[in-house]
């Protein structure tokens, strides 16, 4: 009854929406995936259809439907996929490719590194992030260290913002609002004046939200580890999470030109302590978090002849702020509420180069000096030796090549390689080559990926109190084979992937041996142990059921992960998920479209458990119904209304922490 009353609202609401304009024209149709371009997979635009690694490009106009609330909403339908989340939007967010762990996804913003040198294990966290004028997000899974070096373990996420045209003038406003006290407004701007082109953003969103743990959650959770009883839960949790960007070419000549790009991030939101010992300590408002995350590049692109090169300078950082009851410790282990602060840096330049040699194929090169550096702090601070400050940087020198040869028109190689050396640490050495294909007689192509991919030990884990100096890379040996097929006309788009990937010198933490004294008196160490293996079959399906009026997407994926040292699953990595959406344009200018959302139980851990409890624990699976409705009143103006969650599932990504129930947000768009 439930599902039915809520397809039903949906219908009635796009109805509504229908009702202020009769006389429109038709949506456009979603472009066949072998027809797209990819810049990520070979680090040059080539078609999708001649690369062997198996990729995904999600479109802008995807991400700016869906990703109202973060990025991760467009990410959940990419198959392989996974997203832990300690809450609602802007709560802590991890993605994973293929069963890895989040450190080991390199996420690039404009081709430019974002991860938290500061971070455990160098991961970034997505609920940070505003979806803001997005061009497209490409996803590359399977080991790709040889071309991106380290954290390229189990695939990478570059997300590429909209860049100006010449003689394009492009302005946006939206403005939207709903469930959870929620609103938001976002504002676009490009265009090109003489020499220059430009395009800059801004966005901010504020909800008062709910508790990020407890709330929606059927079982019953404890405080302190096991002291008692859950305490009440406070009605809202409001953070605020915004963002800006800008975007600027000079063109020098025809074959010159200089880019200039930037990022900002923030977000500041109030969090839960379960840990806490005391219950109101739980959901104090003095517990929050404060998070900056800014990057910037300067790029000069020259073209001489045969040889396309590129200088890039880059830099971001990451500034975290944790306000928590019952944080820190003093000598005597006696508790108090205090600020950790975790400063994480990267600044680096990068030469690539790219010789064409014409039917005989093109070559691409080039080398990083990349550095790294953390700092952490405590305030207010004892000075009675309980708390030790870390102040650390790494500096990697990297060089690469790749070599892609077409053969008889049909068949695309690439055979590449990578040494990435870390300056009074380990030198690692990646290797991968593919194999795309094509039989266009039938609409076939065949494609093969193999190579392996490293991760640099992360300066956490390398120098904290818990560090251990001579850690090793952790290590991955992977492939993949697949098949894309279109059909009918290409109104049928097939694809199926099957992959394999073993893991050696995964790095854990415990009380080993090999700890340091200091770091045992606290628990344990970092140290090289873990291995394991993760396998699984992907599958997506994009067909135009009606042209014009009917377009059904769907993706499953079976990814079974496991540790081979314990034989125990992956935590959080559902053996079985997927997605189906179908878009209706029920009218010249109307689309409708419902989503559903389908992940089966998952592996998880109970944190918050009494000492000496069991911790193991499996999280139920859910299927979460989404609908949004798109009118476009004329060419300037457009309103939308969204709903998210709308059979009521309740589901945690993240054991104790809950999700949001039945939300409906209703917003107008504008294009001058």
């Known amino acids: 009854m439930v599902k039915n009353s809520q397809l039903s609202g949906c219908a009635v609401a796009a109805f509504v929406v229908a009702a202020l304009q009769p006389n429109l024209a038709h949506a456009q149709a979603t472009s066949n995936a072998l027809g797209e371009i990819t810049v990520t997979a070979e680090r040059t635009p080539v078609p999708v259809n001649s690369v062997g690694s198996d990729v995904t490009v999600i479109p802008g106009s995807r991400v700016q439907q869906w990703g109202a609330n973060g990025i991760t909403e467009v990410l959940r339908e990419a198959v392989a996929v996974t997203v832990t989340q300690n809450g609602g939007p802007s709560t802590q967010t991890s993605v994973t490719l293929r069963g890895g762990d989040s450190g080991q996804v390199l996420v690039l913003v404009d081709g430019i590194p974002i991860g938290n040198p500061a971070s455990t294990n160098g991961a970034l966290d997505f609920g940070n992030l505003s979806a803001l004028d997005i061009d497209r997000i490409e996803i590359v899974r399977g080991p790709q260290s040889s071309l991106y070096g380290s954290d390229a373990m189990s695939g990478v996420i570059n997300i590429i913002t909209k860049k100006a045209k010449k003689g394009e003038q492009r302005r946006s406003v939206t403005i939207q609002g709903g469930s959870y006290g929620t609103i938001q407004g976002t504002a676009t701007v490009s265009g090109s004046t003489g020499d220059w082109l430009y395009s800059l953003g801004v966005t901010d969103m504020y909800s008062a939200g709910f508790p990020s743990y407890g709330y929606r ?5 404890t405080y302190g580890f096991g002291m008692g009883p859950l305490p009440p839960l406070p009605n809202t949790q409001p953070s605020n999470k915004g963002g800006a ?11 010159a030109s200089v880019d200039f790009g930037f990022n900002v991030w923030g977000n500041t939101l109030q969090t839960s302590n379960p ?3 005391v219950a109101s300590d739980v959901f104090s408002p003095y517990n929050s978090s404060t998070t900056w995350i800014g990057d910037g590049f300067v790029r000069a692109n020259a073209t001489t002849g045969i040889l396309t090169n590129h200088l890039t300078v880059f830099g971001n950082t990451t500034d975290m702020r ?8 003093d000598i005597n282990f006696n508790a108090f509420n205090c600020t950790l602060g975790y400063i994480g840096a990267r600044y680096g330049a990068e030469y690539q180069g790219q010789l064409a040699f014409g039917p005989y194929g093109s070559l691409i090169f080039g080398a990083r000096n990349m550095t790294e550096s953390m700092s952490t702090s405590q305030q207010p601070n004892p000075y009675d030796g309980s708390f030790t400050a870390v102040d650390a940087q790494q500096t990697t020198n990297s060089a690469y090549a790749e070599y892609r040869l ?16 870390i300056q009074e640490g380990p ?6 080559v593919t194999a795309a294909y094509r039989i266009d007689e039938t609409g076939t192509k065949l494609r093969a990926a193999f190579g392996n991919g490293a991760k640099a030990p992360t300066l956490f884990q390398r120098f904290s109190l818990y560090g251990t100096p001579d850690l090793q890379p952790e290590q991955n040996v992977g492939g993949e084979i697949g098949i894309d097929q279109k059909l009918f006309q290409d109104r049928l788009f097939l694809s199926a992937t099957a992959y394999n990937t073993f893991y050696k010198n995964e790095i854990g933490f415990g009380l080993v041996d090999s700890c340091t004294v200091s770091a045992a008196a606290q628990g ?12 699984g079959v992907e599958i997506t399906a994009d067909a135009t059921a009606v042209p014009d009026v009917l377009h059904i997407r769907g993706g499953y994926t079976y990814n079974n992960a496991v540790d081979t040292q314990t034989h125990t699953p992956v935590l959080y990595v559902p053996l079985n998920s997927g997605y189906v959406s179908a878009v209706w344009t029920a009218m010249p200018n109307l689309s409708i479209e419902p989503r559903l959302l389908l992940v089966g139980p998952r592996p998880g851990t109970n944190f918050y458990a009494s000492f000496g409890g069991d911790r193991n624990v499996t999280l139920a699976g859910y299927a979460r119904l989404d609908c949004i409705v798109n009118y476009k009143i004329n060419d300037t103006f ?7 969650n709308l059979t009521d599932a309740k589901y945690q990504l993240t054991y104790g922490y809950g999700t949001p129930g039945v939300s409906v947000f209703a917003g107008l768009t504008a294009k001058f």
């Open 427 to 432: 030198a690692f050495a990646t290797g991968r």
């Open 406 to 421: 077409p053969l008889l028109s049909r068949l695309d190689l690439t055979f590449g390689g990578r040494v990435d050396a």
């Open 217 to 221: 959650v059927n079982q019953p959770l």
């Open 275 to 277: 840990g806490a010992t």
């Open 638 to 644: 457009g309103v939308f209304l969204r709903g998210e």
């Open 322 to 329: 944790n306000r928590m009851t019952e944080q820190c410790y």
């Open 245 to 255: 960007n800008g975007n600027f070419t000079y063109t020098i000549n025809e074959n």
């Open 524 to 535: 344990g160490c970092y140290y090289n142990i873990g291995t394991a293996q993760t396998k």
